[in-house]
Nanobody
Framework: QVHLVESGGGLVQAGESLRLRCSAS????????MAWYRQPPGKQRELVAN???????NYADSVKGRFDISRDNKWNTVFLQMNNLKPEDTAVYSC?????????WGRGTQVTVSS
């Protein structure tokens, strides 16, 4: 069973930074594409960024130039470095992967950005 655990969320002021971490187990991490999604209050969940097994990243337009996704295959971990945070980045951030035709999600971590 794939297990994903996020950490690193918190309350920050606009312009500050946070680094989210997602630890994965139960899969061959180095060949898995990993992704971060977020769900703002009262809105639908949206893709923030993903990273392929070869380390190729993809970002939502709203976070390009501010967020950086990376992975550490030695420790089965994917990171999301979030810089210059804005109040509209406030959301629950969740890590996800598709493994053997199933989607797996972590419980998420809350990020709150005050103005």
């Amino acid at each position: 069973q794939v297990h994903l655990v996020e950490s690193g969320g918190g309350l920050v002021q606009a312009g500050e930074s946070l680094r989210l971490r997602c630890s994965a187990s139960g899969l061959n991490f180095k060949i898995a594409t990993m992704a971060w999604y977020r769900q703002p209050p009262g809105k639908q969940r949206e893709l923030v960024a993903n990273i392929t097994s070869t380390g190729s990243p993809n970002y939502a337009d709203s976070v390009k130039g501010r967020f950086d996704i990376s992975r550490d295959n030695k420790w089965n971990t994917v990171f999301l470095q979030m810089n210059n945070l804005k109040p509209e980045d406030t959301a629950v951030y969740s890590c996800t992967t598709r493994w053997r035709s199933r989607d797996f999600w972590g419980r998420g971590t809350q990020v709150t950005v005050s103005s």
